[in-house]
């Protein structure tokens, strides 16, 4: 079997709300509403938006709902299926997520939330038995230095432009480590950028993490043979 694909979502906008905001009136009705401490929910900026101000990097942060819509791809992939994909997400506050590839995120964004919150408190999810997430201190250049392989290729508006076709080849070539930004606004920091080998542009504006990674999920599929390129055996009726 070939080595599979690995994908890591960088700096990805998924925390915690941090302890200078944590008495703001937003944060905390949130919190009491579930039954929570403002510190054990994550941080989104559609219900902390006034309390965001005060927040260093805040235009990177406070949005979960990019690592959903993007892990659902991921995870829910053919590719991932046939076990040839590696997918881990690492946070804007220095945690590393490892997913087992049989996990089923939830669709249900509420639910996410609920097992994010889950996994960034404890370490882990489920609580008790074979962990099928798993979070980690960790800086990228930790992770990367733990994946090994070959080149790390960097996806974003700002890189060179490249088709999909060659790009999936030099993937798949090299056994790339590809990386996609997990945030709404932005560039990657200096220290992902040092890191990044290559940087390509799939199309010449900015589109959101689960777009870019779908289409390359389904390149990679064909070049991989796990989904038809073609299909000629199809016939109108």
Same mark, same amino acid.
């Given at each position: 079997?070939?080595?599979?694909?690995?994908?890591?979502? #960088?700096?990805?906008?998924?925390?915690?709300?941090p302890?200078?905001?944590?008495?703001?009136?937003?944060? +905390?009705?949130?919190?009491?509403?579930r039954?929570?401490?403002?510190?054990?929910?994550?941080? *989104?900026?559609? /219900?902390? +938006?006034? #309390?965001?101000r005060?927040?260093?990097?805040?235009?990177?942060?406070?949005?979960?709902?990019?690592?959903?819509?993007? /892990?659902?791809? /991921?995870?829910?992939?053919?590719?991932?299926?046939?076990?040839?994909?590696?997918?881990?997400?690492?946070?804007?506050? $220095?945690?590393? !997520?490892?997913?087992?590839?049989?996990?089923?995120?939830?669709?249900?964004?509420?639910?996410?939330?609920?097992?994010?919150?889950?996994?960034? #408190? /404890?370490?882990?999810?489920?609580?008790?038995?074979?962990? !099928?997430?798993?979070?980690?201190?960790?800086?990228?250049?930790?992770?990367?230095?733990?994946?090994?392989?070959?080149?790390i290729?960097?996806?974003?508006?700002?890189?060179?432009?490249?088709?999909?076709?060659?790009?999936?080849?030099?993937?798949?070539?090299?056994?790339?480590?590809v990386?996609?930004? $997990?945030?709404?606004?932005?560039?990657?920091?200096?220290?992902?950028?040092?890191?990044?080998?290559? @940087?390509?542009?799939? +199309?010449?504006?900015?589109?959101?993490?689960?777009?870019?990674?779908?289409?390359?999920?389904?390149?990679?599929?064909?070049? @991989?043979?796990?989904?038809?390129?073609?299909? *000629?055996? !199809?016939?109108?009726?």
């Open positions: 079997m070939e080595s599979p694909v690995t994908v890591i979502l #960088a700096e990805s906008s998924l925390e915690l709300v302890p200078e905001i944590w008495g703001h009136p937003a944060v +905390y009705r949130n919190a009491r509403r039954g929570k401490k403002p510190g054990e929910t994550l941080l *989104d900026v559609s /219900l902390h +938006y006034d #309390a965001m005060r927040l260093r990097g805040r235009e990177k942060r406070g949005r979960p709902d990019i690592v959903h819509f993007t /892990l659902l791809e /991921l995870l829910s992939s053919p590719l991932n299926r046939s076990g040839r994909l590696r997918v881990y997400v690492h946070t804007i506050g $220095g945690k590393v !997520l490892y997913f087992d590839p049989s996990v089923r995120i939830p669709k249900n964004y509420n639910r996410f939330v609920g097992l994010m919150e889950q996994v960034l #408190a /404890l370490g882990r999810a489920p609580p008790t038995g074979k962990p !099928l997430i798993r979070a980690e201190d960790k800086s990228f250049t930790r992770l990367l230095g733990e994946i090994g392989g070959g080149r290729i960097g996806l974003s508006r700002r890189g060179r432009p490249i088709g999909l076709e060659r790009l999936a080849d030099m993937i798949l070539g090299e056994h790339g480590v990386v996609v930004g $997990g945030f709404p606004h932005g560039f990657f920091s200096k220290e992902v950028q040092e890191r990044l080998q290559e @940087l390509y542009s799939i +199309y010449p504006e900015g589109l959101e993490a689960w777009i870019v990674v779908s289409r390359l999920l389904c390149m990679l599929e064909g070049r @991989l043979g796990i989904l038809p390129e073609r299909n *000629d055996t !199809l016939k109108r009726t």
